[in-house]
């Protein structure tokens, strides 16, 4: 393992986003992440999207470079042999994330009896340990009060779960966080991570509830237009989108220079007594904005909006589909953190690796996900140091498995 | 500082979302996070949503707790005192992180002249350095072309942004992995991470680009519905609405058991031949589901389909607006996480801690964001260790400023 983080072992016990993809991440920055599932599969083993035959792809994405043991987790012996597994020797060991119920042999207290200096990071739903799931933190933030058509009465969801990948990147940081107050003091430490705080900690820095509380107001729904300052959706004339944005004095000019509105911009500054330089300025006259652009890409073509706006470095982007992504020369295809890999059960898919660059070492290209339990045998050997017949008698026992 | 990161020094020249939070998250766990401005205040100073007086609510939620300074960029002196404060020395010192160009005098290998082992994380649009926000990122994702309605046309933008949070988070953890390499070896590096790329990767990781590439379809657009599982909004007599999900065979009965399902849902699994308790079984009957569930939701109040289903355990949340989020006893009022901030110039408010509970460490309130320039003349001093006199003149020649 050359990665940054070599030396690093965290053991996972965990499903859906949140804690697999955080572990992931530590994974692909070079720690050996072993993860481990029930003997007949996790909760989310078969979690669509699947292949035609009903293998995970779901799976396949969150656990790329892992290691995976399978363990029968209702037998004592199973339970036994993980977590001497959790709490092995080792200066770089000894650390655990779940967002399983860490209660009983699973608790950060019950664990450090075996090893005083554990790390566990506890993801749960709420404070209280209450069960939630990112649609049902997000519903209780106030984001799918405004999101979606200004006209549109009722909720939308976020489809890329906002809460999941800030937990899953924030539990990563506090593993380190206290891997690095471990190697400076010794101690160990539980840490928990809930959901819904995370939500509520984002949203908070995000200045929604700050606005609430002074200023008295509901956000209102604004549809796809960025609030306060100018950016919308506008469709081309062979019925592409392109999303176009100003966030600085130079996004003004340029956006001007593609589409030649620079006396029509100029009008609207002097007609309004407005500044197009200041987000103010922008957010007033926003309406007037749109009706310049607005006829500008429905004469033309995506290509040459898109070209334009380009030449001009203006702040913009097509909207394309999953499909047209996963064929994207630019953002997929050339792009050098992507690599097609062979996953076993599924096939070949171009699958990312971290989107970090460390000077200090060379990025590693994604590794396939395990099959469920495809290291079983060499962690019981490797790290718990049991002979070929016991790990043979524990497969007998149908106390661990795999792979399969 | 008693925080868990006390000791580590990260100066932060940033704005708008992922570089700034990325460092509040630090300064939250208790490292000194020093942000630099320009004198005449940064890109997002003045953004929105901002007070009646336009002191923007959105700066002060995203710079909690961490000191300014405020020097004229343009003038080779105020670039000379920023090299120095960025190279310090100090054990934990010498962290740099942008969102600015980091060409010229902001470039790693110019910095890194004045101190080798300097960490900097630039955090950039993408890989080759081109601009970007969460909107255009978002944009080539994918996903607006699946959030909203069903029967929508066109992108449905988030409004919680997840790439500028996942950005944060992902950032913050990469300096703690250097910061950990660079106590190991004494060796610095320049991190770099595009928005971009960092959107990618986890549309890779959650499975989309795999389902584009092996499946060859494209994801459609499913409304509020939870994908390949059973959630939806449901919409209560007094025209509230609430989330309803099944995860687990948990959920199953635990929402069977608040509504008196159970007959009904045996007998959609009898006549489709499906198993609830499997995802893909929930999936296919989900219109069936919804069938059974709708008419009860909408015969009850809000209060009394939440008590229902709270009392049974399901897997539920009610939507509510940021508004009623801000006054949520719950979720705010009640959460120890919350502190009501006196933020100067702007007010009273609940502002939250960091989510992260540490067991080696109490958790601290939130501080309130400096004003701009708040900390200029003790960071010079206590720093750089600049005399008063020396500091007074930077002052007249408007080199440096603040308060303001």
Known sequence: MSGLLAGLRIVEGSAFIAAPLGGMTLAQLGADVIRFDDIHGG??????????????????????????????????????????????PGEGAGIFTTNMPARGW???????????????LNIVGDRHGGAHVDYTVNAITGFPLVTGPADHEGPVNAVAPPWDLATAYAGAMAILAAERHRRLTGEGQRILLPLQDMALAATSALGYIGEAAINDVDRQRHGNEIFGTFGRDFRTRDG???????????????????GGFRQKFAEIERHRSVDLKTDAGRWQVRAELCAVI?????????????AALKEAGALWAPYQSFRELARDKEAVLDNPMFTVLDQPGIGRYPAAATPLQFGA????????????????????????????????????????????
């Not at 207290?109 to 200096?117: I, M, P, S, V, Y």
């Not at 944005?245 to 593609?258: K, N, P």
């Not at 607005?294 to 898109?306: K, R, S």
């Not at 070929?388 to 008698?393: F, G, N, T, Y």
């Open 361 to 404: 070492v060379t990025r590693e290209p994604p590794r396939p996900a395990p099959l469920l339990g495809q290291h079983t045998d060499e962690i019981l050997s490797g790290i718990l140091g049991l002979p070929a017949h016991e790990i043979a008698r524990l497969h007998d026992q149908k106390v661990v498995g795999g792979p399969r």
């Open 43 to 88: 909760l989310d083993s078969d979690r669509w999207p699947v292949t035609r035959d009903g293998r995970s792809i779901y799976w396949a994405g969150l656990n790329k470079g892992k290691r995976s043991i399978a363990v029968d987790l209702r037998k004592p012996k199973g339970r036994e042999l993980l977590a001497a597994l959790i709490t092995a």
């Open 240 to 258: 592409r989108w392109v999303m176009i944005c100003i966030f600085s004095d130079r996004h003004v000019d340029a956006l001007a220079a593609a």
């Open 106 to 120: 699973l608790a950060h207290e019950e664990l450090a009896k075996k090893r005083a200096d554990l790390i566990s």
């Open 294 to 306: 607005e006829p500008w890409v429905a004469a033309h073509t995506a290509a040459e909006v898109g």
